[in-house]
């Protein structure tokens, strides 16, 4: 699976971004997805994941409420609709796939990885 993140971009404090992932399988629908993200210095983070289906989505509390994770099956492309930006979002982000939903949060477990979009917020 290949993945292909943009979207990325300079914005304000309070401002939006709507990143897409654009995967290359066929057999998309059957992965779930997530989005981490890597600030310079930290390690990278999990922030949203959305089940194969769409029914279930998590997201980490720091943008909770303000990010929203959805993806279209019949295009191969998941979003993250990013509402309310702060400076601490400041990063590179990433899309991840893999087959099992469980342990969503955990890095380790996704097999697939795109390229990362950088996001970076200013005060």
């Known amino acids: 699976v290949q993945l292909q993140a943009s979207g990325g971009g300079l914005v304000q404090a309070g401002g939006s971004l709507r990143l897409s992932c654009a995967a290359s399988a066929r057999t998309f629908s059957r992965y779930a997805m997530g989005w981490f993200r890597q600030a310079p210095g930290k390690e990278r983070e999990f922030v949203a994941a959305i089940s194969w289906s769409g029914g279930s989505t998590n997201y980490a509390d720091s943008v909770k409420g303000r990010f929203t994770v959805s993806r279209d099956n019949a295009k191969n492309t998941v979003f993250l609709q990013m509402n309310s930006l702060k400076p601490e979002d400041t990063a590179v982000y990433y899309c991840?796939?893999?087959?099992?939903?469980?342990?969503?949060?955990?890095?380790?477990?996704?097999?697939?990885w795109g390229q990362g979009t950088q996001v970076t917020v200013s005060s």
């Open positions: 991840a796939a893999r087959r099992v939903y469980s342990e969503y949060g955990s890095r380790d477990k996704y097999d697939y």
